[in-house]
């Protein structure tokens, strides 16, 4: 096992009926700013009952974090934060608005331009005296922004990831019932999103990392026994519930911990919806089996072991390795996710313009190993037609 570093701050209340408790988790007297997206927080009545449990506090609402959320919205959330002294900011929404209201917290309390925090690896060595504090209500599960320190901004047409340790949220309320209103595609693309986060943690190679191999084959093997369920049932509370929590376990540190790990389906993929606007969780369903496809000798040991654990294939080694790659495609297309390219009306020769895309924002050495190269990226490209 790898050293690392392990601490997770954020306070979770999970289970229905749980917003009432925001009374007690905001001082009295707080000013809070409460963000959301484009209408369902409002829609499905969550804001009214934050603002009874929220009480004499005076709130103030900013809404339309877009998905894939734009650094120009947020500069407009910004201000408000520094021209109404604001001093909580409260999150109710996917990953969208709770990485959205981390990114307004530490811009707000940044002295130079907020597009400096986007740079590769710069907010998480700024000093803040201070940051805003945070909450988050989370209404779809997928990303596990409710207990990471992860944001991911749109600007100038492109993809940037950040983390501060300051960007934990204090609490998240994680309350299966609220993403009962979810349009099935969304919920798809969470059951998607939290496959893959373990996968990147997971399918490297073996490090002597027992109990992260076991906890995310268990993350792994739920998600595929409730996915389809959880989609086609809404309202089945146990099955929305187990995913609401794998998805935050997927990406809240734990599995990760000493274990060496991979972004690359990430990272090409952020390409991919910045570019042409493919959903994350689809941009991940493109990427992933085509990547194995081309690197399964590099990944041999923890894909084999992922083919007997996950899938409890039998067969001969190579063989087996095959399966489970079909298997992983077959049960994102089974989610609804198609897996190529050209289902989303890609053309062969947009490839340049993905590998143009990841050479500009440095992403040349990918991977666990570094040596994802433009090179490599092109032939998993092209093997994604
Ligand atoms: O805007 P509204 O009207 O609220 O609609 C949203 C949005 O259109 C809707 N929605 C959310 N909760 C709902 C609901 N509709 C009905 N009922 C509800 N309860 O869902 C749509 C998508 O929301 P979004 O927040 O964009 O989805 P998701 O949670 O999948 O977040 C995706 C974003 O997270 C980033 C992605 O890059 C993308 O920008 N990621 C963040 C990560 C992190 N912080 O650790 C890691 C991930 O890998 C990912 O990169
Ligand atoms: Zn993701």
Redesign the pocket.
Known sequence: MLNFDYHNPTHILFGKNRIAELDLLIEPGVKVLIL?????????G?IAIVKAALGSRTTIEFS??????SYKTLIKAVEVVKTKNIDFLLA????????GT?FVALAANYEGEASDLLKPGFARKVQFNKVHPIGTI????????EM???????FNNA?Y?FTHKASYPKFSILDPT??????KK?VA??VV?AF??VIEQYVTYPVNSPFQDRTAEGLLKTLIEIGKKTIEQPNNYEARSSLMWCATNA?NGLIGAGVPQDWST?MI??EL?ALFGI???QS?AIVLPSLWEVRKDKKRVKLLQYARRVWDIQMDDDKAINLAIQNTRNFFEDLGLKTQLSAYGIKREDISKVLNALKANGMTKLSESNDLTIEVSKKILEKAF
């Open positions: 959301y997206g484009g209408r369902s927080a409002k829609k499905h969550t339309g974090i877009e998905p894939n959320p109710i929404g996917g990953g969208s608005v709770m990485d981390k989370a209404t779809l599960p997928a990303t596990g922004s990471n320190p992860y944001g991911v901004i749109s993809k990831s609220l993403s009962f209103s979810l349009p969304q693309n969470g999103d893959v986060h990406l990430h993929g952020h919806t959903d994350h969780a991940l």
